[in-house]
């Protein structure tokens, strides 16, 4: 039964055994309580966070929050990978538009096409919907940049701004310790300066 | 919902805000069986897990796979802080007696005194059964040390041998890594060379 538990752990992103071992031995012996928390509220989200059916994240209902609030602009959408991207992005707070979560990249040797991507319902949204800008917010990895330019040429038929986050040197990091890929976006893509 | 997994994942030792969104979305989004055997493996655990009333390590039996096994002799008792130390004393595959589990180390402060660490049983054992060595395997922290300490006084009144497991440099460690207090135990622990 503890080797049981040891094993689910283990299915865990970035969760190896001794890992595992800690999270069973610290339920175990110091919070039987947290271990039947966790097991409720694993068993509420797996049965009832279904998939925004506007914009594709996670969300218990239909309609996600961001897609519900009428405050939102729906003339801007921002295209992301993942649901946590859409996390982030809210945090910095600048950002007043709709999403699209795309939940991965291209990969089609995965078998990862446009469809899985819902890259078809995208195109619905654009041919429908007023949208006037999209802004492409997927990951500065080949992967993401590869996905990134399919999308930029599916949506070129459309009336709609494309465009894509600004790659660079983060703010407070330090120019030395930057790497060469980084460095040479953060040239390239240099601004006039007022 | 999310949230509440969130948080429930945020109680495991170690696991921050960021690791139980990733451990949330790697479920709701690729692993959803594996969330709800996690759950099934948790409430299994949690409710069917005791202690072994011999040796107090976790067990789903009453006697846990060690104080059940005849092959192994009585006559040596290894104290350990937690169950997590059987397993990797075990792994070594040197030790061949038994064990006694203290669940923590002696921490006034905390209300944590000889009883919660079970030494009024472990004076009964030293009185009722025929052990010849004590094998003292807590922590080499201070607090383990001063747990040592004392179980070493108190088990002074019985005839029985009482050792510590060394201290030095860990096997395939190099001298030049090692802290000055490993290299002081090293020292002053040295044996005569055959």
Chains 1, 2 share one sequence.
Not at 96 to 116: H, M, Q, R, T
């Amino acid at each position: 039964m503890i080797e049981t538990l040891n094993q689910a752990f283990c299915a865990l992103p970035g969760v190896g055994k001794k890992t595992a071992q800690r999270f069973v031995y610290h339920l175990l012996e110091r919070d039987r309580n947290g271990g039947f928390e966790l097991a409720k509220a694993l068993v509420g989200a797996m049965k009832h966070v279904k998939h925004c059916t506007s914009c594709r994240t996670l969300s218990e209902k239909t309609l996600c929050k961001i897609c519900a609030n009428d405050n939102r602009t729906n003339a801007q959408l921002c295209i992301v990978e993942t649901p946590t991207d859409i996390h982030a992005i809210e945090q910095s707070g600048v950002y007043k538009g709709k999403y699209f979560v795309l939940s991965g990249y291209l990969s089609p040797i995965d078998g990862i096409g446009a469809a899985e991507l819902g890259l078809n319902e995208l195109e619905q949204k654009l041919h429908c919907q007023n949208i006037e800008e999209i802004i492409l917010a997927t990951n500065a990895t080949i992967e993401g940049e590869v996905t990134a330019h399919y999308i930029s040429n599916m949506a070129k038929q459309f009336n709609v701004r494309i465009t894509r986050i600004a790659h660079g040197i983060p703010i407070g990091g330090e120019l030395e310790y930057a790497d060469i890929n980084t460095i040479a976006h953060a040239l390239s893509g240099r601004k006039e300066y007022n």
